[in-house]
C-alpha cells in the first residue's frame, strides 16, 4: 500500500502555515498595524473554515452521527486528527485479512500500440486511505488560492512599502509560496486523474519536478507583478482584479446557460437544490481564485457530471498563456511609467525583463511537461511539437495566401489601368506648309 505522503504534506504546510500567520499577526499587533493584522488573520482563518467544511463533505460527516469528529472541526483540528487517522490505517493494513473487497478494472497506457485492462482488488483500508488522499488534495487546493495566494501577495505588499523584509515575513512568504505551489501541483495531477479515469496512470519524479518549477516561476512573477502594480496604482488594481475575477467566476455558468442542460442533482444526494447551488457557486469561486494566479489545469463544466471537461482542449491554454503574458506586460508597463520614489534604487529595466523572462520560462516548462513528462501523453491526439508545427504552416500558409491576394491585386489594378487608358491616340493631321510660289499666286 502507497505510503500516504501527500497527506503528511498537506497537514505539515496547513499548521506550519496558521502558526506562521498568528505569529506575525502578533507581531503586527505589537507594533500598532492593526489592519496589517486584521488582514493577515482574515487570510488565515478563512481558509481554514473551508478547509474544515471540504474534510466534512467529503467524507459526508453531517450526515452521520459523529459528534467528536465535528467538535474537532470546529476546534480548527480536523486535519491533525485526519490525518493520525490516516497512519492509523495504514499502519493496521495487512495485519489482518480484510473480508470484503471490491474490484477495480483499470486500463493501462498504450504501449506498442496496445492495451491491455487490469483487474485489482482494493480493500476496505485502501478504499478509506483513498477517500483522504482525495480529501486533503482539494482542502490543500482550497487552502493553496483562497487562503495562501492573497496572503502572499499581502506580506509582500507590506515588505515594498516598508522596504524592509523581517526574518518572520520571509519564512511565511517562503511557507505561502510552497503552498500555493503544492496546490498547483496537486491540482494538475487531479485533473490528470479525472481526465484519464479509466487509465492506470503513474506520475514519475521527473514530471514532479518539471511541474513544480513551472508552477513556482509562474506564481512568483504573477504575484510580483500584481504587488509592483498595486505599489504604484491602488485604485486602479480594484478594477483590474474584478475584470479577472467575475471573467473566470462567470465564464463557467454561461457556458452553462447557453448550453440549455437542466440543473445539475447527482452531486450529492443529501443536498438540496439551494445547497447544490451554493457548492457549485464555490467551486466557481475557487476556480477563479485559481486562474487569478496560474492555469488552473482544469476546465469546470456545470453540465458534466463530474463538473470537469475531460476534453484535452490546447486552444485554450493558448489563449490564456497569451492574454496573461499581454495583462503582465501591460501592468509592467504603467508601473514603470508610475513609479514612485521608493524605487530609486531598483533597476526598474532590469527588473521588467527579469519578470517577463521568468514568466516565459515558465511557459517553457509547461510545454517540457506536455511534451516529455505528462503521464498520458500517449493518450494525445497531437502533440506540443505537432501542434506548434500546425500553428507555423497556418501561419505560413496565411502570410502567404496575403502575399498572393495582394499580387493579384496589383494586377487587376494594373489591367484595370490599361484598359481605361486608349493604347491607339490618334495623331492629329500634319499641316501643309505653302511655299513661296503658292504664296504668291495666292
Avoid at 92 to 97: D, F, I, K, R, V
Avoid at 132 to 155: E, M, N
Avoid at 422 to 442: G, W
Amino acid at each position: 500500500m502507497k505510503f500516504p505522503a501527500s497527506v503528511l504534506a498537506s497537514v505539515f504546510l496547513f499548521v506550519a502555515e496558521t502558526t506562521a500567520a498568528l505569529y506575525l499577526s502578533s507581531t503586527y499587533r505589537s507594533g500598532g498595524d492593526r489592519m496589517w493584522q486584521s488582514l493577515t488573520l482574515f487570510f488565515s482563518l478563512m481558509p481554514c473554515a473551508l478547509v474544515q467544511l471540504t474534510l466534512l463533505f467529503v467524507h459526508r460527516d453531517l450526515s452521520r452521527d459523529r459528534p467528536l469528529v465535528l467538535l474537532l472541526h470546529l476546534l480548527q483540528l480536523g486535519p491533525l486528527f485526519r490525518c493520525f487517522e490516516v497512519f492509523c490505517i495504514y499502519s493496521h493494513s495487512g495485519q489482518n485479512e480484510e473480508p470484503y473487497v471490491s474490484i477495480t478494472k483499470k486500463r493501462q497506457i498504450p504501449k506498442n500500440g496496445r492495451s491491455e485492462e487490469i483487474e485489482k482488488e482494493v480493500g476496505q483500508a485502501e478504499g478509506k486511505l483513498f477517500t483522504h488522499r482525495s480529501a486533503f488534495s482539494r482542502a490543500s487546493v482550497i487552502q493553496a488560492f483562497l487562503g495562501s495566494a492573497p496572503q502572499l501577495t499581502l506580506q509582500l505588499y507590506i515588505s515594498v512599502l516598508e522596504q524592509n523584509v523581517t526574518i518572520g515575513r520571509c519564512f511565511f512568504m517562503t511557507l505561502s509560496l510552497l503552498s500555493i505551489v503544492y496546490g498547483a501541483l496537486r491540482c494538475n495531477i487531479l485533473a490528470i486523474k479525472i481526465k484519464y479515469d479509466e487509465y492506470e496512470v503513474k506520475v514519475k519524479p521527473l514530471a514532479y519536478v518539471c511541474i513544480f518549477l513551472w508552477r513556482s516561476f509562474e506564481i512568483a512573477t504573477r504575484v510580483t507583478v500584481l504587488v509592483l502594480f498595486t505599489s504604484v496604482l491602488k485604485t486602479w488594481v480594484t478594477l483590474v482584479v474584478s475584470i479577472n475575477f467575475f471573467c473566470f467566476f462567470l465564464y463557467p455558468w454561461i457556458l452553462f446557460w447557453c448550453s440549455g442542460s437542466p440543473f445539475p442533482e447527482n452531486i450529492e444526494k443529501a443536498l438540496s437544490r439551494v445547497g447544490t447551488t451554493i457548492v457549485l457557486c464555490f467551486l466557481t469561486l475557487l476556480y477563479a481564485g485559481i486562474n487569478m494566479f496560474c492555469w488552473s489545469a482544469v476546465q469546470l463544466k456545470i453540465n458534466n457530471p463530474d463538473l470537469i471537461s475531460k476534453s484535452q482542449n490546447w486552444y485554450r491554454l493558448l489563449v490564456y498563456y497569451m492574454m496573461r503574458f499581454i495583462e503582465n506586460a501591460v501592468l509592467l508597463l504603467l508601473w514603470y511609467l508610475f513609479k514612485t520614489d521608493i524605487y530609486m534604487y531598483v533597476c526598474a529595466p532590469l527588473l521588467v525583463l527579469q519578470l517577463l523572462i521568468g514568466y516565459c520560462t515558465a511557459i517553457l516548462f509547461m510545454l517540457v511537461f506536455y511534451q516529455f513528462f505528462h503521464p498520458c501523453k500517449k493518450l494525445f491526439s497531437s502533440s506540443v511539437s505537432e501542434s506548434f508545427q500546425a500553428f507555423l504552416r497556418c501561419t505560413f500558409w496565411a502570410c502567404r495566401q496575403k502575399k498572393l491576394q495582394d499580387s493579384s491585386r496589383k494586377t487587376k489594378l494594373s489591367r484595370v489601368q490599361k484598359e481605361t487608358t486608349p493604347s491607339n491616340k490618334i495623331s492629329p493631321k500634319p499641316t501643309h506648309i505653302l511655299s513661296a510660289d503658292e504664296l504668291c499666286t495666292a
